[in-house]
Structure formats: C-alpha cells, structure tokens
C-alpha cells in the first residue's frame, strides 16, 4: 500500500491550498479516508473524514473553511482548505481508514501559513 500526499507549501494568511493523496495497493472506494494535521508540539489531530458512503466529518475548528473529497475512479482524496489562518500551520497526513482502526498513512506534506 501506498499513499502520496502533495499539495503542501508555503501560503499567505487568507490564501488557500488543496492537498491531495492518491493511494494504491489499496482497497480506495470501500474504505474512509481523513485527512489529520499535527503543529509543531502538538498531537496530531483528525480534520476532515469521510466515510465510504460520502458521510462528512470535520473538527470544529476549520468547518467552514476545510473540505474533504473523494474520487474512487483516482484513488484520490483532496483537502481543499481556504482562508488559511496560521494556526493551520501543520504537517497534513492522509489515511485510508476509519478513526478507529491502524489504517495506511500518507507521508505527510507541510503547510506552512505566514501573516
């Protein structure tokens, strides 16, 4: 199994980015993907989910401004995420499965906002 995030980069407060992660090896349209984040010194963090029937799921702190998507004929999950704040700065990783389960990790792409 592997996933491949890109995307990431340095982006202007207000700005956006999408980051995307396409896998392989992997059973994509059957299973739900996230996106998570960890800031430097922090734990890492679940952001945008969705389940393999398209049930959306986001933290409350970027609902709103965050948006998952799906293209299964791609194996591809994107974050679209718009009116960066700087405490969007992050490492952003993707992964194919539920919260509750060890799931396939993406290597990570790091988002880095400035002001």
């Known amino acids: 199994v592997q996933l491949q995030a890109s995307g990431g980069g340095l982006v202007q407060a207000g700005g956006s980015v999408r980051l995307s992660c396409a896998a392989s090896g992997v059973s994509f349209s059957s299973n739900a993907v996230g996106w998570y984040r960890q800031a430097p010194g922090k734990q890492r963090e679940l952001v945008a989910s969705m389940s393999a029937g398209g049930t959306l799921n986001y933290a409350a702190s970027v609902r709103g401004r965050f948006t998952v998507s799906r293209d299964n004929a791609k194996n591809t999950v994107y974050l679209q995420i718009n009116s960066l704040k700087a405490e969007d700065t992050a490492v952003y990783y993707c992964?194919?499965?539920?919260?509750?389960?060890?799931?396939?990790w993406g290597q990570g792409t790091l988002v880095t906002v400035s002001s």
């Open positions: 992964k194919i499965g539920s919260a509750s389960v060890t799931g396939y």
